[in-house]
Each structure stands twice: as structure tokens, then as C-alpha cells.
């Protein structure tokens, strides 16, 4: 960092607030369950969260405003001039908690309090991107996506709701919003300096390795394959053991190299068996068929690429060695996504000047972030969540370590805003 002085601010007053919006969000006008948050796009819970939020912003002299699909903007600025953006979503899972998502809309608030507090007069844009995890339309991410331009008409028009499979866009446009002007909403990324998203890390790598904070290096890029392997479907207990071709045997050995292949790749990588089906799926009948589905993710995508390529020649000699067949698809593929190494640099630099234990990390989960990296420099800050619970009511949080999140914030928007 340069020689700009470290803003220090009253984390404890900045925690009561935090914890205090929180906690609001999480009452009962703001939800449809009453046993966990369950809060999505053009619900009531839903709206009511957006004006909280609205209500909050324009105290703050913000203009305060809604895209032609519903992701909620506010700026200290006139249209055209350069901001920093802050954000996330508000939205939650059909069983979620307070904090996934809404703690970064939260403490982008506090930021823009902050900012009117220290006299600071900082270009400030948050928002906060509709329907960031699919629990009303099935489409995760779909705010960022309409505003990145990674969706086009016909993908639209193809998205239906959960609940009653009406369109998404009748449901916007019952909604008040006017989804066939979709393409509009890339304005809300055009005049952004950079971006900065603050979410709970859904892991347990901070808590247990005694940090407060963790700057994000890059998202995982994310690969979905499906391994189908063939064999023959006998008699379980009339076939001899050296006559079977069961599949599963096979797709056993997969799950097990999978592991140690993940392991050896290093560089965060991770994969998971989330599905191993069995068909046709009795007790006493040899398998004919197994099918696995495995997700395979890694911050760098050839890490990604050659665990994907290893998997295949072993899903492949499993089988042949067992006069069986394998086939490998890919379903889908998401690209890593790096954070931008300025920001990032001014972050841990801040961090340092906090005083508080940090270290450097790769998001494993899918963020709004992935999509506004397509517009501006994107940067996020991670806080702990207690044991890595996310998406269940059971998720929690420590207000002080997003108070101290938004010190850091506030500081890299001043060093990079000029």
C-alpha cells in the first residue's frame, strides 16, 4: 500500500450494527418458513428484505434502485461516474440460515455507513444480485449471470419457477419488473473501479486454523461428469464369482482412485461421488449398470482438466480389465475465476495493518463475484462460519469478525479509489 493512512473504525460499533440487521433479516416478515430462512426472488420475505435494505440506503442519501429483473442498486454517484462496487445477495437456499449471502449485502451496508462516518466521501455502488441460489427458479447465480450477459434470450425464456413451473418472466413481470429489457442490466457493471464481495467461507479452514479473516486468491472452476460403466446383470446368487461382470465392482475402484488422484493434484483441488446408483438397484440381482456423478473443482482449470483426464483412463482400464465398458461425460464446466492481484495485494496488506490472523485462500463454491469478474477487477473477503455450517438454520456467525471485514474493505476502497 501506499502511504494512505489505515482507517481504523469502532468495531464494536460497526458489529452491533451488523449483527443487528442480521438478526432483523432474520425475522419472521422476512422468510416463508418458519423453521429456517427461505427467502427467493419475488417472494413477499423477498421484497421485504429489498426495501429493509432500500430504507437503509436512501438514509444514507443513495439513489436506490431495482434492474429490469429485480437486482437492487445503490449509489453515491450519478449514473456514469466511477464507483466501487460492494455486495452480494440477500436471498437464501429453501432451508437456510441468516448469514449465507446476507451478511455481505449487510456489511456492504456498513461500509456505506462507514464511509458517511469518516467524512471519507467514497464512490460506493452496492448491490445486492437476485436469486443467487436457485431456490425459485432453479438457476444459481441468475441475477449476476442476466447482468454479466452470460444468459441470452432464449435461456430466459426457458427458466421456470420451482413452485408452479410458470416462466421467470411472467413471475418478474408480476413482479413489477420488466424482464424484456434484461439486456439493460449490464449497466449496473459498466462503471465499477473494482468489486468486493464479503461472504461466510462455508468451511471450517478459518475456525479451525484460529483466523479471522481470509482473502480470496481465486473461485474454483467446477466440473460436473457423470461415469457410466456397462456390464451384465445376472442371478445373485446362481452366477459364480468368476463369471459376473458387476459393474459396480469397477465403479467402486473409481470412487477409491478418485481420492488419491484429487489428493495428488494438490492446488486446492477437491472431488466429490455425489451419486452412485446402482441398477437395476436389487438386492439379489448382480448390477448390470452403474452410474456415477462426480463434481471435480480447483481454483487453477488445468488442475481441473487433469483430474478430470485421469479419471477417465482409470474409469476406462477398471472396466476393460472386467470385459466391461466405461463412458465419461462431461455434463457442465465452469472456468476458475482469479480474484484481480491488486486488490488482492491491498487486502492482505490491510490485513496486516488490522492486526488480525488472515491468510490467502480459494473459494470452492460459486459466487456473484464469478460473474462481475467479467466487468471489473473482483476481489473477495471470507469470515468464519461456526464448525463450516451454511445453507441450514444452523449456520452462525461472528458479527466482529464481519466489523473487522469491513475495516478492510473500507480501507482497500480508499487506497484504490483515489
Known amino acids: 500500500m501506499t502511504a494512505t493512512p489505515y482507517v481504523k473504525i469502532d468495531r464494536e460499533k460497526s458489529a452491533q450494527r451488523i449483527v443487528r440487521d442480521v438478526e432483523t433479516l432474520g425475522g419472521p416478515e422476512y422468510t416463508s418458513s418458519s423453521e429456517a430462512i427461505c427467502r427467493y426472488a419475488y417472494t413477499p420475505g423477498y421484497r421485504n428484505a429489498l426495501d429493509y435494505f432500500e430504507r437503509a440506503l436512501r438514509e444514507l442519501d443513495f439513489e436506490v434502485f431495482e434492474d429490469p429483473v429485480g437486482n437492487l442498486v445503490a449509489r453515491n454517484r450519478p449514473a456514469g461516474e466511477k464507483v466501487f462496487g460492494i455486495g452480494s445477495h440477500c436471498d437464501s437456499n429453501r432451508n437456510g440460515g441468516k448469514w449465507d449471502g446476507t451478511l455481505g449485502v449487510v456489511t456492504a451496508l456498513e461500509v456505506c455507513r462507514l464511509n458517511a462516518e469518516h467524512g471519507l466521501d467514497l464512490p460506493l455502488q452496492l448491490i445486492s444480485f437476485m436469486e443467487e441460489e436457485a431456490s425459485g427458479f432453479g438457476v444459481g447465480l441468475l441475477g449476476s449471470r ?163 483426464k485421469r479419471l477417465e483412463e482409470t474409469a476406462k482400464q477398471a472396466a476393460e480389465r472386467r470385459n466391461m465398458t466405461a463412458t465419461v461425460t462431461r455434463l457442465i464446466g465452469i472456468p476458475a475465476t482469479p480474484m484481480d492481484e491488486r486488490i488482492v495485494r491491498v487486502l492482505e496488506e490491510s490485513a496486516k495493518q488490522s492486526g488480525e490472523p488472515y491468510m490467502l485462500m480459494a473459494s470452492g463454491a460459486a459466487h456473484d463475484t464469478m460473474c462481475v469478474a467479467d466487468h471489473a477487477p473482483t476481489a473477495m473477503v471470507f469470515v468464519p462460519c461456526k464448525d463450516g455450517i451454511s445453507h441450514s438454520p444452523e449456520e452462525d456467525a461472528d458479527p466482529a469478525d464481519a466489523a473487522v471485514g469491513a475495516e478492510l474493505m473500507l480501507n482497500v476502497i480508499v487506497e484504490l479509489s483515489g
Open 146 to 308: 442476466i447482468a454479466a450477459g452470460r444468459v441470452n434470450e432464449e435461456e430466459l425464456r426457458g427458466i421456470r419457477a420451482l413452485d408452479d413451473e410458470r416462466p421467470f418472466v411472467e413471475h418478474a413481470r408480476e413482479a413489477g419488473y420488466e424482464p424484456e429489457r434484461w439486456q439493460e442490466s449490464s449497466r449496473i457493471l459498466t462503471d465499477l473501479i473494482g468489486w468486493i464481495e464479503l461472504h461466510i467461507e462455508q468451511a471450517r479452514v478459518l475456525q479451525d486454523t484460529g483466523r479471522t479473516i481470509g482473502v480470496v486468491t481465486a473461485i474454483a472452476g467446477l466440473t460436473w461428469v457423470e461415469v457410466i460403466i456397462e456390464g451384465r446383470a445376472d442371478h445373485a446368487g446362481a452366477t459364480p464369482m468368476d463369471f459376473r461382470l458387476d459393474a459396480g465392482i469397477p465403479a467402486a475402484e473409481c470412487v477409491v482412485e478418485l481420492e488419491r488422484i484429487a489428493l495428488e493434484a494438490g492446488g486446492g483441488a477437491v472431488a466429490t461421488v455425489g451419486g452412485f446408483e446402482l441398477t437395476p438397484g436389487l438386492t439379489n440381482v448382480i448390477p448390470g449398470q452403474a452410474r456415477l456423478r462426480i463434481d471435480i473443482r480447483a481454483p487453477v482449470d488445468a488442475i481441473v482438466d487433469g483430474i478430470v
